[in-house]
């Protein structure tokens, strides 16, 4: 871990001004004044150049080209935007599609890879994976006439999934094991390689959910052998509120594996109207139906400035940055009754980091309902008590960081939370 020697703002401007990304920031559209938003790792901002992609696509491609856009290029658009997230997340362009949500996506690669591992009967998950993703495991297996069980590895510390936890679970009858890659809570990173050498040793295939991976951490699904990915565009790769999200399937695999949604477009000559299914020979096959064009435009100028960047300079600032959280965190907030609940090793954490207090939701609504001249800090809050300070390399400073950990110092040392109401509202 870094070794910071002040809490004064003057070290956050000095860690500024040597930030070698720094001209990123004025990529993104600029916030209201005054506004410290730290919540890209649920949806990130919008680029600059996505306002005037989606300003051509709407008044020159569908106003002007019409049906012609079909064959401007635009139906290849699942696939050529898949390939620029395969070089982030180390595939090969034709093993990775943009297409439907990351649940649907899930959905299709889960009943595939258990339907290719017949006679064994347990899917193995953890208890930091995203809620959504054991709900659609839990359909997938009452879909399949309750024919496996889904097992939950559990966490000794509330942080972590220990290596014995994975020993004990991956056995001889484990057909699947799908996990995120970065818990969504405490931000907790397993070893990629590792687990899915793990899961291949028990003969089981590998799924992966990167949505809180994808342009925060270097990834290496070819390095590792993954089988099965899928990963969300509107976090850290700032593609937009429910932009479509993508799927993974390592080449060997996409002849042998037959997904269940047998869409128009998974067909291997969709405009033959053949009235028989005959699934594509390769990644398209898990292609369902007509692509969302506006939301895929909205995705590419992101992707193209995430490239520019580069993963590994992201994660060395996304490192530092949150190295320079804790450490500010625990000289100011841990006096004040919080706990860190993401891991201090920077290799078991992706890029954003949780605070426990009891008091947290209050909290969060007192940072996000500020008053001038206190600033507006934007993070997010997730039960019981865990507020989450998603920090995005492109365009988070330290500055802000510093700010908005003062912020919240100033909240809970003047009690100003007891003003706000316990009552959620639908989203948190």
């Known amino acids: 871990m870094t070794n910071f020697n002040s809490t004064d703002l003057t070290l956050a401007k000095e860690l500024d001004a040597q930030d070698e990304l720094a001209a990123f920031r004025a990529e993104f559209v600029p916030a209201e004044p005054g506004l410290i938003y730290l919540d890209g790792n649920s949806l990130g901002r919008l680029p600059q150049r996505t306002v005037e992609q989606i300003q051509q696509a709407v008044e020159h491609g569908w106003g002007q080209r019409l049906i012609r856009l079909w064959n401007d290029g635009w139906m290849k658009a699942p696939l050529e935007l898949g390939g620029k997230i395969a070089r982030l997340i180390g595939a090969q362009p034709d093993e990775v ?45 009452e879909l399949l006439g309750h024919q496996h069980r889904l097992e939950l590895m559990p966490s000794a510390d509330g942080l972590t999934i220990e290596p014995q936890a994975l020993t004990a679970a991956i056995d001889a009858d484990t057909a699947l094991v799908s996990l995120t890659h970065v818990a969504f809570k405490s931000a907790f990173m397993y070893d990629l390689a590792a687990v899915t050498a793990q899961a291949h040793q028990a003969g089981a295939l590998m799924l992966w959910d990167l949505s809180h991976s994808t342009g925060a ?40 594996l037959r997904q269940p949604i047998w869409g128009w477009l998974g067909a291997a000559n969709p405009f033959d109207f053949d009235l028989e299914y005959t699934p594509a020979p390769d990644s398209r096959q898990f292609w369902v139906g007509t692509p969302p064009m506006l939301s895929l435009k909205a995705i590419e100028p992101a992707l193209d400035i995430l490239l520019e960047a580069g993963m590994a ?37 992706g890029s954003h980091v949780s605070l426990r207090h009891p008091e947290g939701f209050r909290i969060n609504q007192a940072l996000i309902q500020a008053e001038p001249p206190a600033p507006i800090v934007i993070p997010d809050f997730r039960a019981p008590d865990n507020i989450r300070f998603g920090i995005a390399p ?24 007891e003003r706000f109401s316990q009552t959620r509202r639908g989203v948190t």
């Open 97 to 141: 599609i943009v297409a439907d949500s990351t649940s649907v996506n899930l959905f299709k690669l889960a009943v595939a890879a258990l339907k290719a591992r017949p006679g064994r009967t347990k899917i193995v998950s953890d208890v930091f994976n995203f809620p959504s993703d054991l709900y659609v495991l839990q359909g997938v297996i």
């Open 217 to 256: 951490v270097p990834v290496d699904l070819n390095g590792a052998r993954a089988d099965l990915a899928i990963g969300c565009t509107y976090k850290y790769l700032n593609g937009g509120p429910g932009a479509p999200a993508f799927l993974y399937v390592r080449k060997e695999l996409q002849q042998t």
């Open 313 to 349: 300079r992201l994660r060395a600032k996304g490192v530092r940055q949150t190295e320079y959280f804790i450490y500010l965190a625990e000289q100011w907030l841990v006096p004040l009754g919080f706990e860190l609940g993401s891991p201090r090793a920077a290799a078991q954490r």
């Open 394 to 417: 492109l365009y988070n400073t330290f500055t802000e960081i510093h700010r908005a950990l003062a912020r919240v110092c100033a909240i809970v040392s003047s009690r100003e939370y």
